[in-house]
């Protein structure tokens, strides 16, 4: 074959040469991002060469960045029939395949290129990346450090390892292995100091551990700009609100308002105030968050973020039907909102509708699978409705020389979500230490409880009391039927007849003194902390006597977790007549204190931890037209929650107020009771 003339092949490298300078211009349009541009370039370029394989190949990486990955990958096909051997172009097919989410079918071909090319930088960090999206992030961090061992230091490796990392770490923190998440973000703070999104979910992690100092040192890390600074503030507020601060948790969030509005960014000021108005609604400070609110759905209408504050909001002042209406909105705005999913599911529950919150937390589970507050919601539904045995003994004992030894076993089984059944018997045997009058008594009783609709419940019992005295053995009937409701929110009233066998001492058992009692129990709750608590009694005896009994208490809830509340009881009690040698019937008895309590609730204690009580309180009291007496009392009650299924508390009190028996009166109780949920599972929820 001839030689091609000297100017022909000048011609051809001149050619070649324009052809690379037009390419090299295409090349860093890729590299700086610029990728439509870098899509039309190239495009322009293959009219006039169609076939070159490096401008086909630059086309598609161009088209699959500029968000049309499906292209891209029908181009690299393509191509690859052409050149099946050519690692460029399988390389570009792989990614094609990461672009396109198709992550199985990328970790096959990636673990082909692998292994074929064992030292390839770009087939190791894509291996690396795929496993990643899998969340297989065991072997993606071994596949990354590979890549680094051929590239040491590279930022592209550097910064997918940082996000297998978070990936991992997010991953351990669900399964509730923090020993192994901790270590990971504290080794992604060595190669990347002070990075945010590190810093951020290590301070989220730490609260999910309840470890909150350390929740803080991580958001006050997060202060190398002004938006890291408002981010920790944000941050910092949710932290004083679980450390139930709520008070410090308004100013921080307060400030990061201040700070929020003088810069730029819309998306940190919508998280500003948020946490803003979620720091009013903590403080009770209803009004102004309701203004906030109403404002943002004007310049954010029907945003869900918007919606769950609204929905907060009424959560917080106990308008839980108007709640529900609002999470309803959120899900019909995305049915995959975990706002909408769990805060209807605890709006529902609020309102009595366990079924409607069940189905809705299975949801919930449905979307976020094992999801931890989810779960504890679930738990909290089928420990509420499991069959459950509680029983108490006590010892007590006063100064008119009576003492008293009582023992009660009450089984409550659900039939479901709105009525349950209560079984219930006691016995008391009871005497005199100076007069050797004893009496005992054995008291068997079968209730329910029914939910009429939310906030109204329907109790009624029937039972029967056996006597045995010195002098008489009898049976008496016993009954109480009762209807509580909540007409308003924070109001709850209840109303009902109780028929009782009055059974304080072996004199009253043996006298066979029966009263039937009309009452009415009535409390207010405010958002001001101050709540209002009534009672009225009308009782009738079968001596033909006849009481009224009134008793009110004003009291401020100055702290709610542990709760330490104090305030002004009153108390006034009459009779028609007094029959003093028999039983304490004044007609005139006026009863004023001071008290003050702290209480940590059973019902709001996790397994392992205490619970308790303690109250005292301190008045005078004045029977007809005696002199005032001073007058004190003192509760105590202290318990362990051994697990979710198992309580156990001891409890005493001491009080010398006359009410019960005769002036000048003390009495002294002492008693342990224990609860046990007999299973761990519940079938009112099987027929969802």
């Known amino acids: 074959m001839r030689s091609l003339p000297l100017f022909t092949i000048c011609f051809l490298f001149s050619i070649q040469s324009l052809f690379a300078q037009d390419m090299n211009k295409g090349f860093k349009l890729l590299e700086n991002g610029d990728f439509l541009e870098a899509k039309n370039f190239f495009q322009t370029i293959l009219k006039e060469y169609p076939t070159n394989k490096t401008a086909r190949l630059c086309y598609g990486r161009a088209v699959g960045l500029s968000g049309t990955p499906k292209e891209a990958n029908e181009i690299f096909t393509s191509l690859l029939k052409e050149f099946p051997d050519d690692l460029e172009i399988q ?120 470890d909150f100092e350390k929740a803080k040192i991580a958001y006050k890390a997060l202060n190398t700009s002004k938006e890291d600074e408002i981010r920790s503030l944000i941050g910092l507020a949710l932290v004083s609100h679980l450390e139930k601060n709520d008070t410090e948790a308004l100013a921080i969030a307060k400030n990061a308002m201040e700070k929020v509005t003088i810069i730029n960014n819309e998306s940190l000021y919508k998280s500003a105030v948020e946490r803003y108005i979620q720091a009013l609604i903590w403080n009770k400070k209803f009004s102004k968050a309701n203004v ?76 976020f699978k094992d999801q931890k507050d989810a779960l504890g919601l679930k738990k909290k539904l089928i420990l509420k409705f499991t069959p459950s045995l509680e029983q108490k003994v006590a010892y007590n004992f006063d100064s008119g020389n009576n003492n008293a030894i009582t023992s009660a076993t009450t089984l409550t089984f659900p039939l479901s979500t709105r009525f349950s059944l209560i079984g219930d018997y006691s016995s008391k045997h009871t005497e005199n230490t100076i007069t050797k009058n004893t009496a005992s008594s054995h008291h068997i009783k079968l209730g329910a409880n029914y939910l009429l609709f939310p906030g109204t419940y329907l109790k009624s019992a029937i039972g029967i009391d056996n006597v045995t005295s010195q002098t008489t053995t009898y049976n008496q009937f016993l009954m109480n039927v009762s209807v509580s409701a909540k007409p308003f929110p924070l109001h709850q009233v209840e109303v009902g007849y109780l028929k009782k066998l009055e059974n304080f001492n072996a004199d009253l058992l043996e006298r066979k003194i029966v009263s039937d009692n009309l009452f009415m129990n009535y409390n207010l709750n405010t958002h001001l902390n ?65 008290f ?20 005292g309180a301190l008045g005078l009291q004045k029977i007809e037209n005696d002199d005032k007496q001073l007058t004190y009392r003192i509760q105590t009650k202290i318990g362990y929650k051994f697990s979710d299924r198992l309580l156990m508390n001891a409890y005493g009190q001491y009080t010398n107020i006359a009410s019960a028996t005769a002036a000048g009166f003390s009495f002294t109780e002492i008693g342990l009771r224990l609860k046990w949920l007999l299973s761990s599972k519940t079938n009112v929820f099987k027929t969802l």
Not at 169 to 180: G, N, S, T, V, W
Not at 316 to 336: A, Q, R
Not at 570 to 592: A, G, H
């Open 91 to 210: 390389l570009n097919y792989a990614e094609s395949l990461l672009w396109n989410s198709e992550f199985s079918k990328a970790k096959t071909y990636y673990a082909k290129l692998v292994h074929a090319h064992p030292k390839s930088f770009p087939a190791l960090l894509g291996y690396a990346n795929t496993l990643s999206n899998l969340k297989e992030y065991q072997n993606a961090l071994i596949y990354v450090n590979k890549a680094l061992t051929v590239s040491p230091g590279n930022p592209n490796a550097m910064l997918s390892k940082k996000y297998i990392r978070l990936g991992y770490a997010y991953l351990l923190q669900q399964h509730e292995d923090f020993e192994k998440a901790v270590p990971l973000l504290e080794e992604n703070l060595i190669d990347f100091p002070k990075d945010s999104n590190t810093l951020l979910q290590m301070a989220n992690l730490y609260i999910i551990m309840k």
């Open 292 to 367: 906030l609110i109403s404002d943002l759905d004007k310049k954010y209408p029907n945003e869900n973020w918007v919606l769950a504050l609204s929905a907060t909001a009424n959560i917080y002042m106990s308008k839980f039907d108007k709640s529900i209406t609002t999470y309803k909105k959120i899900l019909e705005n995305d049915s995959k909102s975990f706002d909408g999913n769990l805060g209807l599911a605890n709006a529902l529950f609020a309102n009595d509708d366990f079924l409607g919150s069940y189905a809705a937390t299975e949801k919930t589970l449905e979307v």
């Open 530 to 594: 101050v709540g209002l608590y009534t009672q009225y009694f009308y009782t009738t005896q079968n001596d033909n006597n006849a009481r009224h009994l009134f008793f009110t208490s004003l009291y401020y809830t100055f702290k709610e977790n542990p709760v330490i509340k104090g305030g002004i009881n009153y108390q006034f009690i009459t009779f028609k007549d007094q029959v003093p040698t028999i039983y304490f019937s004044p007609s005139q008895f006026n009863n004023m204190e001071l």
């Open 596 to 615: 003050v309590e702290l209480l940590k609730d059973e019902n709001s204690s996790k397994e392992k931890q205490w619970f308790y009580h303690a109250g």
